[in-house]
């Protein structure tokens, strides 16, 4: 597969460009400073895998792209956001540089094979003044995983802004990672064998996204709580300025990680027997970096009939929104014989 900058990941294949859209659209522009420097080198070669693998679809034909996993839960089914990234990136494809993502719905119909490659049918549904469309189907062994609408709008400023309050939280540089605090547990000289090798299973898995929890006991569920959940987000590795879909297209696939888990923080008596996103919306309201520490605010308004409702708002360190989500999950769940001990 021919090595694709990251502006073509999510570049369009639209003819349209605008020369008066604003500085920081989609165009990829070097970093401040000697884009030769070691600094910026050591950068580029810590490019996000994100980037370089889930998120870089190959162009089979018009409209029609394949992608392929890099991290799949111990559920074997493919993990939702790799799968609602992914469609985003085949919907930005034939869209213009002039043009951001603002908001995607989806519904996971069949779960995903890890298997097999993830084709990705996009239908150019409207090409409006403000507003353009697409569907996009994931398809595996000829059925839809996935079906996803996502619409895109020009720049509009408006008088019209107001936003939620940022959480008030400890910033990521006083908190562990998620490995940090493992290694932490997996010091404690009495803890028992069986812990050892879910812990350390855990540490194996390549998940391309560091976390850092606010809350740790309500994190990994060791005490009942609210169904909230506070946590640091950000992709792992560099991924650099400038391409904004892009930035939205990680997000998607950070946004579902974790998040339906927040339906069963007042339950540490029960744990999932089956749990699975039904559906998947998203609004993206600001610029952000996806490769930079964000709070990701969760929390669980309703669960019952075997669903839960989930809804996440992604805020940047400055306190600016930059991303809402809702998600219902099916969640079917057994009594825990004995309460984890993480
Ligand atoms: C949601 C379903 C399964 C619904 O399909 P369906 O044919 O109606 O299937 P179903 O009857 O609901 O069965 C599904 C499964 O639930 C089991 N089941 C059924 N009834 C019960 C019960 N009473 N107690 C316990 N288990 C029950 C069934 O045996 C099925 O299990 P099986 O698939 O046979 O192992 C389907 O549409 C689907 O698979 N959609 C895709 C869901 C998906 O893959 N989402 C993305 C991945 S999940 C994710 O990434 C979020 C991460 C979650 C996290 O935070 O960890």
């Not at 070669?45 to 162009?59: A, C, H």
């Not at 744990?271 to 600001?286: E, G, K, P, V």
């Not at 490769?291 to 839960?308: F, V």
């Not at 809702?326 to 009594?335: A, C, D, N, T, W």
Request: charged share 25%.
């Amino acid at each position: 597969m021919a090595e694709r900058k990251v502006g073509d990941i999510c570049g369009s294949s639209a003819s349209t460009t605008s020369d008066d859209h604003p500085k920081d659209t989609l165009d990829l522009k070097p970093e401040d400073g000697d884009p030769e420097s070691p600094e910026a080198q050591k950068d580029q070669d810590l490019k996000s895998v994100l980037v370089t693998s889930v998120l870089n679809l190959e162009e089979i034909d018009v409209d029609l792209y394949r992608g392929t996993h890099h991290w799949v839960p111990r559920t074997q089914r493919l993990f939702g956001g790799q799968i609602i990234g992914q469609a985003l990136v085949a919907a930005a494809k034939s869209v213009g540089d002039n043009l951001y993502a603002h908001s995607l719905h989806c519904y996971f119909v069949r779960a995903g094979d890890p298997k097999v490659p993830v084709l990705y049918q996009v239908d150019r549904i409207r090409d409006g003044r403000s507003f353009t469309v697409r569907s996009v189907r994931a398809i595996q062994h000829g059925q839809p995983i996935l079906i996803c609408q996502a619409s895109f709008q020009m720049l509009q400023p408006s008088p019209l802004q107001h936003q939620f309050t940022m959480p008030a939280v400890p910033p990521p540089e006083d908190l562990l990672t998620a490995e940090e605090l493992i290694r932490l547990y997996l010091s404690k000289p009495d803890l028992a064998e069986k812990y050892k090798l879910g812990l350390n299973k855990l540490l194996a898995i390549e998940v391309p996204i560091e976390i850092k929890p606010v809350n740790p006991p309500v994190f990994y569920k060791v005490t009942a709580s609210e169904p909230k959940n506070l946590f640091w987000v950000r992709a792992r590795g560099y991924i650099g300025e400038g391409n904004m879909k892009l930035h939205c297209c990680v997000a998607a696939y950070v946004s579902d990680f974790a998040l339906l888990g927040t339906a069963l923080l007042p339950y540490p008596g029960y744990r999932a027997q089956f749990a699975a996103s039904l559906d998947h919306a998203m609004w993206f309201h600001s610029t952000f970096r996806s490769d930079e520490w964000m709070l990701y605010e969760c929390e669980s308004p309703w669960a019952g009939g075997s669903r839960g409702l989930v809804q996440g708002r992604l805020w940047r360190r400055d306190g600016v929104l930059a991303a809402s989500c809702s998600q219902e999950g099916v969640l079917r769940v057994k009594p825990v014989t004995r309460p984890s001990k993480l």
